[in-house]
């Protein structure tokens, strides 16, 4: 079982910049996607960034240029930048990471949300 923590959230001011971060622990081998989600109220997840890991690294529309994805391997852990919010980026973030054992199970896991407020 995969288990995530999410840390770095909080209150920013407009321009302001923030960094999370979401560590896992347990079994996490096979992990072949690291991702960073957010939930405006009463709407969906959607999708902030994600790394294939040894393929591709995408953004939103709404975040690209200004928010930057990363990972530490040997730590299990994946982070995301936030430079120049804007207050349309608050938000509940939930980081996401999925993998494939080598006995072929495919697993994922959800990190537990962490607020995002930028206000002035």
């Known amino acids: 079982q995969v288990q995530l923590v999410e840390s770095g959230g909080g209150l920013a001011q407009p321009g302001g910049s923030l960094r999370l971060s979401c560590v896992a622990s347990?079994?996490?081998?096979?992990?072949?996607?690291m991702a960073w989600y957010r939930q405006f109220p009463g709407k969906q997840r959607e999708l902030v960034a994600d790394i294939i890991i040894g393929r591709t690294i995408t953004y939103s529309d709404s975040v690209k240029g200004r928010f930057t994805i990363s990972r530490d391997h040997a730590k299990g852990a994946v982070y995301l930048r936030m430079n120049n919010l804007k207050p349309e980026d608050t938000a509940v973030y939930y980081c996401?990471?999925?993998?494939?054992?080598?006995?072929?199970?495919?697993?994922?896991?959800w990190g537990q949300g962490t607020q995002v407020t930028v206000s002035s």
């Open positions: 996401k990471m999925e993998g494939r054992y080598s006995a072929g199970a495919y697993w994922d896991a």
């Open positions: 347990g079994s996490i081998g096979g992990m072949n996607v």
